[in-house]
């Protein structure tokens, strides 16, 4: 009998009946797309261009029908499964080796409910696309500053953006949703009657640990049609002095504001003196999330800092904030790795070890970006989301962004070093979002902290044999 070699869990090969594969397609209303096929590279390609992963299949899902087949069909064959929503992991994690690819991207459905403040999306929708349809209605829910990011990943981890002190983070922000577990079945994770409380904890900051989400529901706020954008930028020689008034300013700044500070080196924008093009700079992004003259108030002290080489500033449309930096992060062209840390604050030493390592950075590609955290994502208790501890004041983000294979090895060792070097500066843990390749062992525990019990412990309920292992992992409980 004919079959098809596909990898499983444990990550051996075996043989899979070509009669059981063509009765799964069967059960699809999507496509199920495997190497021989036209669009194979297309459906396997992620954000990340420096991820190359062959699947043995790829479930293009339309629906929960088609999630629930997929998830019985990998769990009955014990295959490998990674799930795929936006496809932005900078691991890679929505495609593997060998497996099934349970592919959301087709899913792409929402509904705003503006009466009701609430916004109901797929789980193939990208940031965007869910703007695009909330804004129409000058409503937004708190999601990441670029519009591609799918939603899912990003709303499972956490999901920092421009709203997240003025009304929490993406996880804080949903009230429920679907969700198929390991067992093929459709449970409501929510806070009515009939829903399944413990899972809209654990998915509120767990990841894909607990399942397949196929639809969220989510807290929308007003916002719009503009908001005040600030953009100042500074020479890399006064880099030091401007993230020190940066962190002066972001101190006393009203919730509403929400501040990123990156090193980078110039981008060629006309607006910036072409000597700094290529060369150190630190740029200050900070957003009002409210009524824009109010911001341009709120932001007058952070454009004052120093003596700035280019101020950029102004209102902005809110779907075109979102999508400023797209620019910055093309798919599958540059090649990417991340990691991050929550820092215990911004002392001087930090700032200067910063700045001298953005000099020294073998990509001009490459940031730092400091995150402002606080106001309404630090007033959820740890032990009542699965995301955890709240108190850091910042999120370090350490980005390697490369163009070229022979400079992989320098870009991540660069990574890697300064990762190291902050250590001291963190509170020990780490955003799940920026997980470099997962290769870290305590990220998980040391991350979860207090909440890793529980978390370990409904894991064991939801997907005793580990079928959702391809993310920031957490074992079953023994
Ligand atoms: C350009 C760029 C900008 C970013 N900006 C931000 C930002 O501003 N703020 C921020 O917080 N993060 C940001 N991130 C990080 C982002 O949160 C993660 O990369 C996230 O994983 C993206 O979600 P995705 O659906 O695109 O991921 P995918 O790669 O599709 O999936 C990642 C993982 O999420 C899980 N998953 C995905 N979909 C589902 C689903 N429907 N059900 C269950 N599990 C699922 C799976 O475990 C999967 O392995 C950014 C990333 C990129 C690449």
Known sequence: ????????????????????????????????????????????????????????????????????????????????LAVRGGGHNVAGAAVCDGGLVVDLSPMKAIRVNPGAGTVRAQGGVRIGDLDHESQAFGLAVPMGVVSETGIAGLTLGGGYGWLTRKYGLSCDNLLSADVVTADGRWVRAGTGPDDDLDLLWAIRGGGGNFGVVTSFDFRAHPIGPEVYFGFVVHAGSAAGEALRGIRAFIEQAPEGVMSVAVLWHGPPLEQIPAEHHGKPVAI???????????????????????????????PMRYVDLQRFLDVDYPAHDLRYYWKSRYLSGLPDDLIDLLVQRNEASPSP??????????????????????????????????????????????????????????????????????????????????????????????????????????????????
């Open 1 to 80: 009998m004919a079959s098809t070699r596909l990898r499983a869990l444990d990550g051996a090969d075996i043989e899979v009946s070509d009669t059981d594969i063509e009765a799964f397609a069967g059960q699809l209303r999507g496509r199920l797309v495997g190497p021989a096929d036209l669009d194979y590279d297309e459906a396997r390609a992620v954000w990340n261009g420096l991820i190359d992963k062959r699947p043995g299949l790829i479930a293009r899902c339309t629906g929960t029908a088609d999630v629930m087949a997929a998830v019985r069909f990998a769990r009955a064959h014990e295959l490998l």
């Open 284 to 314: 200050h992004l900070a957003v009002y999330a409210g009524d824009p003259a109010e911001g341009e108030r709120a932001l007058r002290a952070a454009r004052d800092i120093g003596n700035p080489i280019a101020d950029l500033s102004g």
């Open 365 to 478: 590609l490459n940031t730092f970006e400091m995150w402002s955290l606080g106001g309404a994502a630090a007033r959820v208790a740890t032990q009542d989301s699965a995301f955890g501890d709240r108190s850091a004041p910042y999120l370090l983000g350490v980005e390697a962004n490369w163009e070229r294979p022979e400079d992989d090895t320098a870009n991540l060792a660069w990574v890697r070093e300064v990762h190291a070097d902050v250590e001291p500066f963190s509170t020990g843990r780490e955003y799940v979002n920026f997980p470099g390749f997962y290769e870290d062992e305590n990220l998980v525990r040391e991350t979860f902290g207090p909440n890793f019990r529980r978390l370990a412990s409904l894991k064991k309920r939801y997907d005793p044999m580990n079928l959702f292992r391809l993310n920031h992992n957490i074992p079953p409980a023994p």
